[in-house]
């Protein structure tokens, strides 16, 4: 059953008006026809079962059916502070960090960070990563759509890190897979945890111990050297595995 998200405001007398880009995906990409099913989500932890009753003036109407709680959600809140990669690795990272049930994404200019975004570059590819987020949520059934902030320099990532309960840095120099196991087995429900990932080229020496000040614990997860599309990925399932374990 296909998914969407609408607007609260969206949401009155016991139907859903669905707009925008949404509602020509439905038409002409899902070619959906009045009495099909699909499901809604408010951002606000509801989802609703509803019926397509019809096309209007570029909306799409839905008869609600039923209205419940979405459990989706993991019940702690994942920060994926990744450092800017080369390419079009942002949008793969962006879809999968959704998938596996990160909270936020935030893109993070660091040492050997080889991309540099300009303000006008910046705002056009944070448009394009929060529509990626917004349609790995609704593929993955999500109850709400994860948002990809505007990118941080590395100090600011540090402020922002230090509001963490939990704050990882994985690093190819860190030794202990038992310190890592001790760390993500303390984590409990309601945390937030922030997990720092670096480009390509992967952190500078000062930037981990600068991480380490702002509370970071530098982990390993494992003995392969991590590309950085999948580092935070593979930190991000160990986490969702943990917690709905």
Same mark, same amino acid.
């Not at 705002?123 to 987020?133: E, F, G, V």
């Given at each position: 059953?296909?998914?969407?998200?609408?607007?609260?405001?969206?949401?009155?007398?016991?139907?859903?008006?669905?707009?925008?880009?949404?509602?020509?995906?439905?038409?002409?990409?899902?070619?959906?026809?009045a009495g099909e099913d699909v499901t809604v989500g408010d951002n606000e932890g509801n989802t609703y079962l509803c019926c397509l009753e019809t096309f209007e003036s570029g909306t799409a109407v839905l008869d609600i059916l039923k209205k419940q709680e979405n459990d989706t959600e993991l019940p702690a809140r994942l920060y994926l502070f990744q450092g800017l990669p080369k390419g079009d690795k942002m949008e793969?990272?962006?879809?999968?960090?959704?998938?596996?049930?990160?909270?936020? $994404? &935030? =893109?993070? %200019?660091?040492?050997?960070?080889?991309?540099?975004?300009? !303000?006008?570059? *910046?705002?056009?590819?944070?448009?394009?990563?929060?529509?990626?987020?917004?349609?790995?949520?609704?593929?993955?059934?999500?109850?709400?759509?994860?948002?990809?902030?505007?990118?941080?320099?590395?100090?600011?990532?540090?402020?922002?890190?230090?509001?963490?309960?939990?704050? $990882? &840095? =994985?690093? %190819?120099?860190?030794?202990?897979?038992?310190?890592?196991? !001790?760390?993500? *087995?303390?984590?409990?429900?309601?945390?937030?945890?922030?997990i720092f990932i670096g480009p390509e080229g992967g952190f500078e020496q000062w930037e981990v111990e600068q991480a380490k000040e702002a509370g970071a614990s530098a982990i390993t997860l494992g003995k392969r050297i991590l590309r950085t599309e999948t580092a935070g990925l593979a930190a991000l399932s160990i986490l969702m595995y943990h917690l709905e374990g």
């Open positions: 059953m296909h998914h969407f998200f609408a607007d609260p405001s969206c949401i009155r007398e016991n139907k859903i008006y669905l707009t925008g880009g949404d509602v020509s995906h439905m038409k002409n990409v899902l070619r959906m026809r793969w990272i962006v879809q999968k960090a959704v998938e596996l049930g990160v909270y936020e $994404v &935030i =893109p993070v %200019e660091t040492k050997r960070s080889v991309v540099k975004l300009d !303000e006008k570059k *910046s705002t056009r590819k944070i448009q394009r990563w929060n529509l990626i987020a917004k349609g790995a949520a609704e593929q993955s059934g999500r109850g709400r759509v994860p948002e990809v902030c505007p990118v941080m320099s590395w100090k600011e990532a540090l402020t922002r890190g230090r509001e963490m309960d939990v704050l $990882v &840095i =994985p690093y %190819e120099l860190a030794e202990g897979m038992e310190r890592t196991k !001790e760390i993500f *087995s303390h984590i409990r429900p309601g945390q937030s945890v922030g």
